[in-house]
T-cell receptor
Framework: DTGVSQDPRHKITKRGQNVTFRCDPI?????LYWYRQTLGQGPEFLTY????????KSRLLSDRFSAERPKGSFSTLEIQRTEQGDSAMYLC???????????FGPGTRLLVL | AQKITQTQPGMFVQEKEAVTLDCTYD???????LFWYKQPSSGEMIFLIY??????QNATEGRYSLNFQKARKSANLVISASQLGDSAMYFC?????????FGKGTKLTVNP
């Protein structure tokens, strides 16, 4: 049984660079979610997908952020022109159906210098 | 809007004792779920227990149980026989529609 995986686990980048994260959900899960967690806070919702359709985006997701799930399997989250305020843990989760338990990946820790 | 309140930023418990982590919620959804997750220092969010709003009995999963009081809108997590490995952040969440709404969490420290 493979759970949710995320790659990379850690990313250090310079301000202004673009970064892309990948999330592979549990194979039979239709729903895929992205969250962001800053130090000392609980995770905040960013966006979610039902198969390949992106159904909701938080206002936290500025126009520098874009997420895709092109074939309804893995998803990517890209941040363009990174800022120091983007430094956070980016968590991906998946669930089989709406409202069901979400299972989280290990997260990607981003540090923007 | 959904809202989760965890009033205990930090809790301490002696190993082998029980501890209760508080959680209150506020929702107008007629049907919803309440979840508890554990986040150790490694950062991974680990699902612990789920309670549906229409469930008649309190949920239990091993050493974890949920003290669900619907009228008071509280869903407290009880950990029995605490272990050193229980030291972590604990998040109470409400989900009913699409996304999860997290509380600010409670940091539990288990002392030997």
């Amino acid at each position: 049984d493979t759970g949710v995986s995320q790659d990379p686990r850690h990313k250090i980048t310079k301000r202004g660079q673009n970064v892309t994260f990948r999330c592979d959900p549990i194979s039979e899960h239709n729903r895929l979610y992205w969250y962001r967690q800053t130090l000392g806070q609980g995770p905040e919702f960013l966006t979610y997908f039902q198969n390949e359709a992106q159904l909701e985006k938080s206002r936290l997701l500025s126009d520098r952020f874009s997420a895709e799930r092109p074939k309804g399997s893995f998803s990517t989250l890209e941040i363009q022109r990174t800022e120091q305020g983007d430094s956070a843990m980016y968590l991906c989760a998946s669930s089989q159906l709406a409202g069901e338990t979400q299972y989280f990946g290990p997260g990607t820790r981003l540090l923007v210098l | 809007a959904q809202k989760i309140t965890q009033t205990q930023p930090g809790m301490f418990v002696q190993e082998k004792e029980a501890v209760t982590l508080d959680c209150t919620y506020d929702t107008s959804d007629p049907s919803y779920g309440l979840f508890w997750y554990k986040q150790p220092s490694s950062g991974e969010m680990i699902f612990l227990i789920y309670q549906g709003s229409y469930d008649q009995q309190n949920a239990t999963e091993g050493r974890y149980s949920l003290n669900f009081q619907k009228a008071r809108k509280s869903a407290n997590l009880v950990i029995s026989a605490s272990q050193l490995g229980d030291s972590a952040m604990y998040f109470c969440l409400q989900g009913g529609s699409e996304k999860l709404v997290f509380g600010k969490g409670t940091k539990l420290t288990v002392n030997p």
